[in-house]
């Protein structure tokens, strides 16, 4: 029980990472707080049905207002929010080749991943400090720490981004007991991406697998766990890092 009596927002919480994230933290004890633009009622209701308590609101991150007043909601619903884990990200459907990407596509990438995160981060901060204590995740990716053959240069432009955000703001911050690190999480087989793993000709699966050091494809939970890691007081001495979850796939220097 990690997170006992914490009160953790996990935004992108209806989505494959966020979703097994927002279950691990309730499981953790924490009561949990979903922020998404679908399937918010849903993940809602599959907490309250394990006996969790949960609530949500649908929102779109990059309304810096809608977020700021969702959030003050859940805190009143829920108590004051000390833990935020800000999931709602990726590459969003937009294409990979430099040629394919139109400037919306850039915009879309940029401001979900980063003024998202901004805006989250700045919504929760008063309740953090009124908690006396705060714990923030950021989502980077092995496409934000190298070059990824998967995803194009606005998400990795994003992701690599996101880690001078996590460093000013953990520099900011750590003066009031509230902790700001990301992790980068390397391929996770979501529902969403299983599929498009499993199409893939049998080379070209071998030739990811044979990629990580590690030879094999992780199981969900092996994120789930290094998140709540860096949420919980395990990491009370860790701030302004970013963690590779990834197998081995990329090495830092
Ligand atoms: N799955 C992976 O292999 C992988 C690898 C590295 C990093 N990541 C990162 O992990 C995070 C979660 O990824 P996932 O694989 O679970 O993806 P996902 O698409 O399953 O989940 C993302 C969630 O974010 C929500 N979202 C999208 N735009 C939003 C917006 N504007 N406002 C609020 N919510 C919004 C989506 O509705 C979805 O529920 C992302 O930041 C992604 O970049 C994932």
Do not use: W
């Not at 309730?26 to 849903?42: N, Q, R, S, Y």
């Not at 599959?46 to 609530?55: K, Q, V």
Request: glycine fraction near 14%; charged fraction near 20%; charge should be negative.
């Amino acid at each position: 029980m990690k997170l006992a009596g914490r009160v953790a927002l996990v935004t992108g919480g209806a989505g494959g990472l966020g979703g097994a994230i927002a279950l691990g933290a309730a499981e953790a004890g924490a009561a949990v707080a979903i922020l998404d633009v679908k399937g918010v009622d849903d993940a809602v209701a599959h907490l309250h049905s394990l006996g969790f308590r949960a609530a949500g609101r649908t929102v779109d991150v990059r309304d810096g207002k809608a977020v700021a007043s969702a959030v003050e909601s859940l805190a009143a619903e829920l108590g004051p929010i000390d833990t935020l884990i800000a999931a709602a990200g990726g590459s969003l459907g937009t294409p990979r080749d430099l040629d394919d990407i139109s400037e919306d596509d850039l915009d879309l990438v940029l401001d979900v991943n980063i003024k998202g995160t901004f805006h989250c981060a700045r919504a929760v901060l008063p309740f953090m400090r009124q908690a006396g204590r705060g714990a923030i995740v950021t989502f980077s990716s092995i496409g934000g720490r190298s070059a990824s053959p998967v995803t194009g240069v606005p998400y990795a432009a994003a992701k690599a981004g996101l880690l001078g955000l996590t460093r000013r703001l953990a520099k900011e911050v750590g003066g009031e007991n509230i902790r700001v690190n990301a992790i980068a999480p390397g391929l996770f087989l979501t529902d969403r991406l299983q599929g498009m793993f499993d199409a893939l000709p049998e080379a070209d699966r071998r030739e990811v697998i044979d990629s990580i050091p590690l030879g094999r494809m992780p199981r969900i939970q092996e994120c789930v766990d290094p998140v709540l890691f860096l949420a919980s007081d395990e990491s009370s001495y860790i701030t302004g890092v970013v963690l590779d979850v990834n197998g081995g796939r990329f090495m830092a220097g």
